[in-house]
């Protein structure tokens, strides 16, 4: 007999459709929805599911891509909606939990829900719901905008009558089932570095990168270079020409090469991880890591800085790019960002873990200019 037979409650799909660190961030939306249900589907779309498979609390992820959603776009025809019925039927939903960040409205989903025969819908709509609704948490009002985008979630999931258990403070967290390559775990000691970002706006240019990683392997410190598999050519430049293994200060170059799962527990690992908004930032802040955020004021990081104990905000929160949402920096030299200089991230090294790195920072400063 499985854990699901002595659950009680109502099957419950919960739903986050867009991105990978989206979906990290409902992780105590999650874990409060399974303390009440006897089931919980996290629906996804194709760039978030990897993430719903780390999260506690989920017995089963199901993939569909919604037409309305910018990473997924698709005609909305009768197929669509047959594949979307489909899921509800096999999953046999009673309810249904529509988890949206603040620029997004849950009604589109919700009306599929409807016709789909679900009789219960909870979400967070600025729009009137009509009959799409049974729990409606008006932003703004009911819910306010300036909370952090899990605590958000969270929000929504207790209006529909799930809560954490008192034990659970609502971090995020995700499962610790495998292990970092062995090359990484063979190290004392070593930094994270993660260039990459899924927009360019929000990114730190790849020659500061690669300026730190230098800079790094100059003061003995070896460094870990990680990216998805559509960023290894970002990854190994950030690693440098002679960025190898074998040198007495290494440089790992990770690009395309762990999956979610093994870069957790190379993030968990990390003295320090330095990363910009993006997926694996929450996944470092779900495994507890120091992390130097580089990161763009485009979206509020009140909702989207990494949200742990241990984090240095790095970049000009008061650029004219801010609150701008753009994909593409709107202001010449990208400068919210350009400002940030590899010493800014050392020092914030040391503010993390309390103890020096250099001991000449002008020296420092020759080096890392020297390596781009």
């Not at 698709?74 to 019925?85: M, S």
């Not at 070593?190 to 730190?212: C, D, I």
């Not at 990081?301 to 994909?327: F, I, N, T």
């Amino acid at each position: 007999m499985s854990d699901e037979d002595h659950r009680t409650g109502p099957r419950v799909l919960v739903a986050r459709l867009d991105s990978f660190g989206d979906v990290l961030v409902t992780g105590p939306a999650v874990r409060a929805v399974a303390v009440g249900a006897s089931h919980v589907t996290m629906l996804c779309g194709p760039q978030g599911a990897p993430a719903a498979d780390l999260l506690p609390g989920i017995d089963r992820v199901r993939v569909w891509a919604a037409p309305w959603v910018t990473e997924t776009a698709r005609p909305l025809d009768d197929a669509v909606l047959a594949e979307f019925r489909a899921i509800v039927a096999e999953e046999r939903i009673d309810e249904a939990v529509v988890l949206t960040s603040f620029h997004q409205s849950p009604l589109p989903l919700a009306m599929l829900l409807r016709l789909a025969g679900v009789a219960r819908v909870s979400g967070a709509s600025v729009d009137h719901p009509g009959s799409l609704l049974d729990v409606r948490l008006r932003p703004g009002e009911d819910l306010p905008e300036d909370v952090p985008e899990p605590e958000r979630a969270l929000r929504i999931a207790e209006a529909a009558g799930f809560a954490l258990p008192s034990d659970d403070a609502g971090r995020l967290v995700v499962r610790h089932d495998a292990v970092a390559p062995a090359e990484v775990a063979a190290l004392e000691r070593y930094v994270v570095v993660h260039p990459g970002a899924s927009v360019e706006a929000r990114s730190w240019p790849p020659e500061a990168h690669r300026a730190l990683v230098a800079a790094y392997r100059d003061l003995g410190v070896p460094v870990v270079v990680t990216g998805s598999p559509g960023e290894r050519e970002l990854t190994a430049f950030v690693a440098g020409p002679d960025g190898a293994a074998d040198q007495a200060t290494p440089v790992l170059d990770l690009g395309g090469r762990t999956s979610p799962a093994e870069l957790a527990a190379v993030l968990a690992g990390a003295e320090v991880v330095v990363v910009g908004n993006t997926g694996p930032a929450h996944l470092a802040a779900a495994v507890g890591a120091r992390i130097v955020s580089l990161f763009s004021p485009v979206v509020p990081a009140v909702k989207w800085a990494p949200y742990a104990e241990h984090v240095e905000l790095l970049g000009d929160q008061d650029a004219p790019c801010r609150l701008s949402r753009a994909r593409e920096c709107p202001v010449p030299g990208h400068p919210c960002l350009t400002s940030v200089t590899p010493d800014d991230v050392l020092r914030a090294h040391e503010r993390l873990t309390g103890c020096a790195l250099r001991t000449n920072q002008s020296t420092l400063r020759t080096a890392a200019a020297d390596k781009q």
